[in-house]
C-alpha cells in the first residue's frame, strides 16, 4: 500500500489561506469566531497543562509568593527585608512587590490602554507586524510566529522603550492615550526596577548600605540605568479549550528582572519543586522574578525558574511585563567578586545577540513536535492499547493537519453526498454463459471506477465468518500476547503493528494490524500466531480460498484486455505473492481529527478485501471521497498499482482512504495478491503501440519498500514515482 504525500502525515503544514489566518494572531482567529482550537495551536499531549508529564496536581492549592514591601525595603527595615529578598530570589526566582510606590492611575490606564490596542481593527494592529526583533514597536503573535511548529494562545505588542525619544516616534498613535500611559508607565517601572537593584547588589555584597564609597554604588548601577527596557503587553483571549493549548510555553526571561503587571484574571505559573502552581493575582502588586541575566551575573545563586502562561475559557487576559537588563550591546558574565575556590565560575558571557539566534533556531521549543519517551513508547503499542487503559480524547500524535482531515474542504469531501454504489460482478455469471457480458462489465469499472464489488464468490460462509471473528479475538488478546509479533522487518513472515509504518509517521493512522504472508504457504505458517488457537486454520481455508478466486478474477482481467492465451502470464500470478493484511479500527473519540488509513493505493495486482458491518471505506471518485457501503456476503475488490502498469495505464489503480467513528470497532481483512516478491512488473509489451506509448518504468517490491522506508515528504503516490515523463 503507497502512501500519498507520504501517508500526508509526516508533514505538520496547514493550508496556505488558514496559515495566513493564524499569522494575524488568536484575537483575529477569536473575532472570526472559534468552536474548536485549530491544529496549529494544539499542544503535543505531554506539554499540554494537565499533563501528568508536566507535573501539574490540579489539586494543588494556589501558590503564595514571597512578599516584598517596597515601603519597607526604603525605611528603617530594610536590612530584615533584604534578607527576605535575598531568600526569594534563591528559592523562588519570584516574588510579590506590594507598595511599589507606582501611581494608581498610571497602572489602570496602562492596562486600559492595552485592551483597547487588541480591540482595535486589525488593519490597524497590523500597521505593526514585523519580522525584525530591533524594531522599537513589533506587533504580533505566539512567540516567533515565523519559526513556532505549534502557536501560542497569545498576541503581543512590544515597545522598546530605550533611549525613549528615538523610539517614541514609533510607537502607535493609536488608541490615542496609549503612547503617553506607555511613557509614565515605562519611567516609573524603570525607576522601580533601578531601586530593585540596589537591594539585589546589596543582597549580594557587592554594594554597603549606606554605602561607604558613592562612585563604586554610581559605577556598579551604571550599566543599569543606561540598560534596556522593553515592555510586552501580551493579550491571552478566551480560549474554547484551554486544556489543549498554552499561553506561553515554559520559559526564563533574558535580562536581570521582570516586572509583571497582571490584571484580575490568573494564568501565571511557575515551576516550583517540581510542579506547575498558579500565582494568584494580588491587587495592586507586581509580580517580579529573576531573569537569565542575573542568574549569571550571581554565578547561579539566583534562579531564573521556568514559568508559563495558562489561558481559559471564560475571560481574557491582559497582562504587561516589564523586562530590564544591561544595553543590547554589553556583555553579560558572572561578577569576578562572586567567583573563588568554592564557588568557581558557572556561566559563559553573553549577550543579546547570542540570545536572539537562540530564540531564531528553536522557535522556543515549539518548531517540534515531539512526545516524550514514555508516550511515544505508548503509541508504538498501538490504538487498541490506548483505548483498553481509555482515552477521552484524541492524543495529538494522532491528529492530521487540518486539511487533511476526513470533513476538510480541501479534501473535496461533500458530507451529504450519497454513498458510492460501485459496480457489482457477479462471479457465479462471469463463469457461465454471460461471461462474456460480465467480462465487458469488469472492464468498465476497472477503468471507470478502479473498484468493484464482487457477489457470488463462492468462498463459503463459515471460513469467511471464522476468518472475522479469529480476527477480532486476536485483537481482544493482551498486548503481551500481540506485541510478541511486533518487528520492524517488512519482510518478517508475521508482523502485528500500528499506523502505516510508525517508525516513520509523523502522525499516526487509528489503526493496529496484522500480516500473514502466505507464500509459500508451508514455510510460513509456523511462524503464525498460535492465538486465538482457531485463527491459524482460519487463515489457511482463507488464504487458500481468496488465491483461487484472485486467479479467476486475473484470468477475467486477461480476457477482458485481449491477452487470453497468456499461460506465461497466470503461471506467475499462480506462484505469486499473497499477503493477508488484518486491520483493526478501534472506536474513536473524535473521529473527525484522524483517520484509520489515509489517501493510498495498493501497491500489487489485486486486493480482495472482507469488511464486517461498519462501513468505514472510501474512495477517490470524480474529485469527491465518497463512501462505500458494506455489502453482505461480498468482496470490495480493487486494481492495485501492478495492474496499473502492467495494462500500461488502462485499469486504474485509485486513491482509497478509511473513516473511524466513535460507535463502533472496525474489522476489515485485505488479501494483497501480486507476482513473486522477486519480480519485476512492467507494462505488457501486447499493450503498447505507437498511438499507446509506453507509460511506466519496470518496478519492484524493494523500489516499493525503498519508497516507503523514505522519511522525506511526499508530494505524490508510488504509482506517480513509476509513471514515464
Known amino acids: 500500500m503507497s502512501p500519498t504525500m507520504g501517508l500526508a502525515l509526516e508533514t505538520n503544514r496547514e493550508d496556505e489561506l488558514l496559515e495566513s489566518q493564524y499569522q494575524k494572531g488568536v484575537r483575529h482567529l477569536c473575532d472570526n469566531g472559534l468552536a474548536r482550537v485549530p491544529s496549529k495551536y494544539i499542544l503535543p499531549l505531554s506539554d499540554r497543562p494537565n499533563s501528568q508529564s508536566g507535573d501539574q496536581n490540579p489539586s494543588n492549592p494556589n501558590l503564595k509568593l514571597p512578599v516584598i514591601d517596597f515601603a519597607e525595603l526604603q525605611g528603617c527595615n530594610r536590612s530584615q527585608v533584604i534578607k527576605c529578598l535575598a531568600k526569594a530570589c534563591e528559592e523562588y526566582g519570584f516574588f510579590q512587590l506590594t507598595n511599589h510606590g507606582i501611581e494608581s492611575n498610571v497602572i489602570l490606564e496602562m492596562i486600559d490602554v492595552s485592551r483597547r490596542f487588541f480591540e482595535l481593527p486589525f488593519e490597524e494592529r497590523s500597521k505593526y507586524m514585523s519580522a525584525d526583533m530591533f524594531t522599537p514597536v513589533r506587533y504580533g503573535t505566539s512567540f ?30 493609536s488608541p490615542v492615550a496609549l503612547r503617553q500611559a506607555a511613557i509614565d508607565y515605562s519611567k516609573q517601572t524603570k525607576f522601580l526596577y533601578l531601586r530593585l537593584m540596589e537591594a539585589i547588589l546589596e543582597s549580594i555584597g557587592l554594594v554597603e548600605k549606606p554605602a561607604k564609597n558613592k562612585k563604586d554604588e554610581s559605577d556598579a548601577l551604571k550599566g543599569f540605568e543606561d540598560g534596556s527596557q522593553l515592555i510586552v503587553v501580551n493579550c491571552y483571549p478566551k480560549c474554547p479549550e484551554p486544556d489543549l493549548t498554552l499561553g506561553m510555553p515554559p520559559h526564563s526571561d533574558y535580562g536581570f528582572l521582570t516586572l509583571l503587571l497582571q490584571d484580575e484574571v490568573k494564568g501565571l505559573q511557575i515551576q516550583h519543586q517540581g510542579r506547575w502552581v498558579t500565582v494568584e493575582p494580588m491587587p495592586n502588586s507586581f509580580v517580579v522574578n529573576v531573569g ?30 516589564s523586562l530590564h537588563s544591561l544595553p543590547f550591546n554589553s556583555t553579560v558574565r558572572p561578577s569576578p567578586k562572586l567567583i573563588d575556590e568554592a564557588s568557581p565560575r558557572r556561566y559563559k558571557d553573553t549577550d543579546f545577540a547570542s540570545f536572539l539566534e537562540y530564540v531564531s533556531s ?7 513536535s515531539r512526545e516524550d519517551e514514555l508516550l511515544e513508547s505508548q503509541y508504538q503499542k498501538g490504538v487498541r492499547h490506548l483505548c483498553d487503559n481509555g482515552l477521552a480524547r484524541v492524543p495529538s500524535k494522532y491528529i492530521l493537519p487540518v486539511s487533511d482531515r476526513p470533513n476538510s474542504q480541501s479534501g473535496d469531501q461533500n ?15 462471469l463463469q457461465g454463459c454471460n461471461r462474456s457480458q460480465v467480462i465487458k462489465c469488469l472492464a468498465k469499472a476497472c477503468e471507470e471506477y478502479g473498484f468493484f464489488q464482487l457477489t457470488n464468490h463462492g468462498i463459503e460462509s463459515n471460513v469467511i465468518l471464522e476468518m472475522i471473528d479469529a480476527s477480532r479475538r486476536f485483537f481482544e488478546l493482551p ?19 500500528t499506523s502505516f509504518n510508525q517508525n516513520k509517521d509523523g502522525v499516526f493512522c487509528w489503526r493496529d494490524f496484522l500480516k500473514l504472508s502466505c507464500d509459500p504457504l508451508s514455510d510460513v505458517l509456523p511462524f503464525w500466531p498460535s492465538s486465538p488457537v482457531a485463527l491459524r486454520q482460519a487463515a489457511i481455508d482463507y488464504s487458500k480460498q481468496t488465491k483461487f478466486l484472485y486467479l479467476r478474477l486475473m484470468e477475467a482481467i486477461l480476457e477482458s484486455i485481449g491477452l487470453v492465451d497468456e499461460s506465461d502470464a497466470l503461471k506467475g500470478f499462480e506462484d505469486g505473492s499473497q499477503l493477508i493484511v488484518v486491520n ?5 473519540p473524535e473521529p473527525d481529527l484522524t483517520l484509520g488509513m489515509p489517501p493510498h493505493s495498493d501497491y500489487g495486482l489485486l486486493t480482495l478485501l472482507l469488511q ?11 474529485g469527491s471521497w465518497v463512501t462505500v457501503e458494506p455489502m453482505p456476503n461480498s468482496f470490495v475488490v480493487n486494481v492495485g498499482d501492478h495492474l496499473e502498469i502492467f495494462t500500461n495505464g488502462r485499469y486504474k489503480s485509485v486513491l482509497h482512504r478509511v473513516l473511524v467513528n466513535s460507535s463502533k470497532s472496525r474489522i476489515s481483512i485485505a488479501s494483497l495478491h501480486s507476482l ?32 516507503i522506508s523514505s522519511c522525506e515528504p511526499k508530494s505524490k503516490n508510488f504509482l506517480e514515482s513509476r509513471k514515464l515523463a
Open 676 to 707: 513473486p516478491f522477486n519480480s519485476t512488473v512492467r507494462p505488457s509489451p501486447k499493450l503498447i503501440d505507437e498511438a499507446n506509448p509506453r507509460r511506466y518504468k519496470d518496478t519492484d517490491f524493494a523500489s516499493f519498500l525503498e519508497y
Open 584 to 588: 483493526c479500527y478501534p472506536k474513536c
Open 612 to 622: 464486517d458491518e461498519v462501513k468505514g471505506l472510501q474512495i477517490h471518485h470524480q
Open 479 to 497: 498486548f503481551e500476547e500481540r506485541s510478541k509479533y511486533m518487528s520492524a522487518d517488512m519482510f518478517k513472515p508475521v508482523r502485528c503493528g
Open 362 to 368: 528553536l522557535g522556543l521549543a515549539l518548531e517540534t
Open 415 to 429: 458530507p451529504s453526498s450519497p454513498n458510492l454504489k460501485l459496480p457489482v460482478i457477479d462471479f457465479a455469471e
Open 144 to 173: 516567533n510566529q515565523n519559526k513556532d511548529g505549534v502557536f501560542c494562545w497569545r498576541d503581543f505588542l512590544k515597545l522598546s522603550c530605550h533611549p525613549l525619544s528615538d523610539v517614541l516616534p514609533f510607537w502607535p498613535s
Open 292 to 321: 537569565d541575566h542575573l542568574e549569571i551575573f550571581t554565578n547561579g545563586r539566583y534562579k531564573s525558574v521556568l514559568h508559563r502562561v495558562l489561558v481559559n475559557s471564560l475571560k481574557s487576559r491582559i497582562s504587561i511585563a
